[in-house]
C-alpha cells in the first residue's frame, strides 16, 4: 500500500480514522524555515467545516490538535525529518461494529477486504477522509516554503450540484441534509507566481502532477485544467488563447487554473448508512486541494 508522497520534499501519512491517532512525516524540508503554526491551525480549522452546514457531527468536535515529535525547534525546521501526530479524540469504533460483516454500497470496504484479506471497519480506516487532515498539515508547511519564494496558491468550491451562486450553497446542501442525502460539488484552484518553467514534456508534465494528486484525494473524481471539458464545445480560433497556465506540461508564468469534481457521499441515511457523515464532502476538501497542490509544487522546487 503506497502511503508517500514525493521524492524531494516526500510526505508520508500513517493512522486509521478511528485509530489512536493520524499523522505524517516529512523529509527533505530544508533547515532554517519558520513555521508559522497559527497558519497550520487555521488550515486544520478549515478541513474541520466548523460551523459549515452539512458538516460531519465529529469533525465539528474533533480538535485536531498537532503534536510535533522531531524535525522542528523552537518553531525552526532542523533539516531533519519532521514527524508530527493528530490524537483521534472523538474517535466512536462503536458506531461502526455492524460494519464488521457487511459492505457499504459505494465504499471501498469489499475492494479492500478481496485485495489484502482484511479491513479496518472502524469508519473505513485509511480510506477514511480523516486520513487528509495530515495532508492538510504537511501541505500548510509547504505552502508556507512557496510564500517565500513568492507562489500562493487559492482554491474555493465554485459549485454545489448545479448551483454556481456561492450564497446559495448553504442552503443547497441544507436541503440535501433534511431529505438524508448528500450533494457534490466542484473545487476551483489557482496558482500565483509560479515561474515559467516548472514541469517537463511528456510524461512529467506539471499538469499529470497535479492530476494525480488531487485524484488522490477521497471523493474526487475529476480533475481539469485551462479550458478544460467545456472547450470541446469550443472552436480553436476561440480558446486557442487559453492556456491555464501551463503549456506542453510546463508552467508559462501566467497564473494556473485547475477544477476538481468531487462526488456526493454515498454514505447517507437515506441509503440506509449509519455514521457521522458530510451532506456535502467539497466543501471541507478546499484546504486539502490547496494542499496537496502545495506538496506537488515543492517537490518541482526543492
Known sequence: MANTFGNKWSFTSFGESHGVAIGGVLDGVPAGLHIDFDTIREELERRSGKGMVG?????????????WLSGVLDGV???????????NQDARPEDYEWLKHTY???????????????????GGGRASARETAARVVAGSIAKQE???????IRAALVQVGAETDPAKFADTIADYQREGDSIGGIIECRIYGLPVGIGEPIFDKLQAHLAFAMMSINACKGFEYGTGFGGVTQPGSAINHISGGIAGGISDGSEIIFRCVFKPTP?????GIKGRHDAC??????????????????????
Open 77 to 87: 525546521t532542523l533539516g531533519t525529518p519532521i514527524a508530527f501526530i493528530i490524537r
Open 281 to 302: 464532502v467539497a466543501t471541507r476538501a478546499v484546504p486539502v486541494v490547496e494542499a496537496m497542490t502545495a506538496l506537488v509544487l515543492v517537490n518541482y522546487s526543492a
Open 104 to 122: 457499504r454500497e459505494g465504499h471501498a470496504d469489499k475492494v479492500y477486504e478481496q485485495k489484502y484479506g482484511i479491513r479496518d471497519w472502524r
Open 146 to 152: 512557496l510564500a517565500a519564494k513568492g507562489v500562493t
Open 55 to 67: 458538516t460531519s457531527q465529529r469533525a465539528q468536535h474533533e480538535p485536531d490538535e498537532v503534536e
Open 267 to 271: 454514505s447517507t441515511p437515506k441509503a
